[in-house]
């Protein structure tokens, strides 16, 4: 099977990609990766640097049909577009890191659970460590989403208030 994203332009301005695995194929990233996508995706929406639209087809998995997914919203065609500059989304990690960035939020945004792991500052969100390692390595799900219950497995009770959890990964 090829492993390379086919990348085209639709004549109503979007670009499409043809990626040779489902979302659940993707590979995993380093935690740092995932981190500096954060950091990079943040600053081109501060930018507002918008981007083109994009519409993304998986290869099918046994008989189940391509999952097909449009990244239409502003906010995430800024992610969506920085990550590509600084990436490449024509490859399965950038892609890999531009899913897992776009997944992360959603959960965020979901998973009251996951409130102990993050924290939202004037200056941002600060990450901790133990949830950007699970973001990182824990397969998208056919949505290209994360599993909140397996996300949360993967997460130390440890790192909840009062059991002397380290400090969040703080951005610039």
């Known amino acids: 099977m090829p492993r390379s994203i086919r990348v085209a332009h639709t004549e109503a301005g979007a670009i499409a990609y043809f990626v040779p695995v489902p979302p659940e194929g993707l590979p995993a ?84 659970r996951l409130g102990p792991f993050f924290d939202v500052t004037p200056a941002g969100v600060d990450l901790h460590p133990s949830l950007l390692a699970a973001a990182a390595d824990l397969p998208l799900d056919p949505a290209a989403r994360f599993d909140e219950a397996a996300l949360m497995r993967r997460l130390p ?13 703080r951005h610039p």
């Open 29 to 112: 990233v380093a935690p740092g990766d995932l981190l500096h996508a954060w950091n990079v995706a943040r600053h081109g929406a501060v930018r507002r640097e918008w981007g083109s639209p994009r519409f993304l087809r998986f290869a099918q998995r046994g008989e189940r049909p391509p999952t097909e997914i449009a990244i239409a919203d502003p906010d995430a065609g800024a992610w969506t577009e920085a990550i590509d500059r600084a990436f490449g989304l024509e490859t399965l990690t950038g892609l890999s890191l531009c899913l897992r960035l776009l997944a992360l939020i959603e959960v965020l945004t979901r998973a009251a």
């Open 157 to 169: 009770l440890r790192a909840l208030p009062g059991n002397g959890t380290p400090s969040p990964v």
